[in-house]
């Protein structure tokens, strides 16, 4: 310690500092075989040429990107027109998997709150609780939910009874279906990062706040929120991210009006019949808008560190 109080004051050691690179290689030897590789077949496969009868024959090209974006007729030999209906997928994923992350935090951040200001040996049974659902395989809870909400299921039989409702309410197949879907499958993905950042929080702030007589809101929107920023933006990412490649809520609760792009991914993916050029180049283009969005949360996240230090 006098030493490294000699050297600068500062007593931190690097005792691995030599083997660093030879501890690291297992990760990075992971990472590279199931991240990377992985990545690099996609992108290579989104240049090839679908077959006729299926699979994909060897010459590069842009064939599957053009398909994406433009409309060629029939035959592919016309001028190129906006393709608007693998466009307007990909915006339905957008604003579904924003709407559901928006009903995540709106639905999440008062359940973090109650569960951070409880007594600490009661918060653990707390958490237990919110984590019970992933006990259950996602496909086993999702059909689960189609089965509540269907017109012939508990919910509306419940609403029949107590004559809030004379008919069933149509819920599957439609967009709130998926959001709801979408809403239970990642809940807790929005939960426990503003849990753990309320859990951190100073409630002295807010005791100071109210002394001085703000009123709730207040310090909800000038202390609390700007103090917990990270683990809402985490939540956000948590949310938003593994939405807007979802495909088992879309086909199961939404149907086929209610294509997402993750579904359209896992079709091209089918059968012999699929088109893995076109599945691989909508797959990269995902990747490429989630990279864009995880970036801009990135950069949020560190000016609210930088506001928060």
Known sequence: ?????????????????????????????????FVLAPICIMLVYSFLTKEFRGGVIWEFSLGAYDQFFCNRGLFGDEPCQVEWTYIGIFW???????????????I???????????????????????????????????VSMKFMIRDQGPLNDFLLWTGIIDDPLRIVNTNFAVQLGLFYSYLPFMVL?????????????????????ASKWVTLRRILLPAVKPGVIAGCILVFVPSLGSFLAPDLLGGAKNFMIGSLIE?????????????????????????????IFARQQGKAEKEGG
């Open 1 to 33: 310690m006098a030493a490294g109080a000699a050297s600068g004051g500062s007593t931190r050691s690097d005792t691995y500092k030599e083997a660093r690179t030879f501890l690291l290689m297992p990760a990075w030897l992971v990472l590279a075989f």
């Open 267 to 295: 079709e091209q993916f089918k059968g012999n019949a699929g088109n893995w050029p076109f599945g691989a180049a909508a797959s990269m283009i995902l990747l490429t808008l989630v990279l864009i969005i995880l970036l």
């Open 193 to 213: 990062p503003i849990y753990a950042a309320v859990e951190r929080y100073n409630f002295a702030l807010s005791e100071a706040a109210a002394d001085l007589y």
């Open 92 to 106: 339905r994923s957008i604003w579904q998997a924003a709407a559901a992350t928006l009903l995540s935090l709106l």
């Open 108 to 142: 999440g951040f008062p359940t973090a709150y109650f569960i951070a200001t409880r007594p600490e040996r009661v918060r653990p049974l707390w958490v237990f609780l919110i984590t019970i659902p992933y006990w259950v395989n996602l496909l086993i809870r999702t």
